[in-house]
T-cell receptor, first 108, second 112 residues
Framework: EDQVTQSPEALRLQEGESSSLNCSYT??????LFWYRQDPGKGPEFLFT???AGEEKEKERLKATLTKKESFLHITAPKPEDSATYLC?????????FGAGTRLTVKP | ETGVTQTPRHLVMGMTNKKSLKCEQH?????MYWYKQSAKKPLELMFV???????ENNSVPSRFSPECPNSSHLFLHLHTLQPEDSALYLC???????????FGPGTRLLVL
């Protein structure tokens, strides 16, 4: 059965303390892996799409990478405004499957 | 309006009420989706419309009924809901079934 697992469930960082979020997946026929950011009470906001192992995408303090089994979202020198829930989703031949998310809190 | 819009943003209803959620996309996409988001759970796909044709998720109770009158509008009709249906309902759209999905702000539903 297709599975997407995100870890950790929650992460608390000090401002400027870099870290990484993990998304591991077991699916048949990966068509793409997506990262979203979701603020409380709002819909997910698209960040990145990765299609093949070795691919990397960057946007400001965020960098997403992909291997054959997992993806990482690296956050460099985070700021309090980076606090949000980060969702990973995997597109297969059949549907889009989401992880439960990592809730990131960045303290000033 | 830009992107994907949803109305209402908040809804409180009794178990015997009938209500509808509305979604409109201004992106020219040809696929639209309804998701349910409960606390600490992954998004659950409820329904998919592609080129106005429904691809139904069989595990969705019949008290939820989708309608897609055209490629820009999507409705979710609610009838005789249960308290466990309280959640954030998200609409999304994409250009093609396997392309990036863009989400609306959601409707926060509370069933009393």
């Amino acid at each position: 059965e297709d599975q997407v697992t995100q870890s950790p469930e929650a992460l608390r960082l000090q401002e400027g303390e870099s870290s990484s979020l993990n998304c591991s997946y077991t699916v048949s026929g990966l068509r793409g892996l997506f990262w979203y950011r979701q603020d409380p009470g709002k819909g997910p906001e698209f960040l990145f799409t990765l299609y093949s192992a070795g691919e990397e995408k960057e946007k400001e303090r965020l960098k997403a990478t992909l291997t054959k089994k997992e993806s990482f979202l690296h956050i460099t020198a985070p700021k309090p405004e980076d606090s949000a829930t980060y969702l990973c989703a995997v597109q297969t031949n059949n549907d889009m499957r989401f992880g439960a998310g990592t809730r990131l809190t960045v303290k000033p | 309006e830009t992107g994907v819009t949803q109305t209402p943003r908040h809804l409180v209803m009794g178990m015997t009420n009938k209500k509808s959620l509305k979604c409109e996309q201004h992106l020219g996409h040809n696929a639209m989706y309804w998701y349910k988001q409960s606390a600490k759970k992954p998004l659950e796909l409820m329904f998919v419309y592609s080129l106005e044709e429904r691809v139904e998720n069989n595990s969705v109770p019949s008290r939820f009924s989708p309608e897609c009158p055209n490629s820009s509008h999507l409705f979710l009709h609610l009838h005789t809901l249960q308290p466990e249906d309280s959640a954030l309902y998200l609409c999304a759209s994409s250009q093609g079934r396997q392309e990036t999905q863009y989400f609306g702000p959601g409707t926060r539903l509370l069933v009393l």
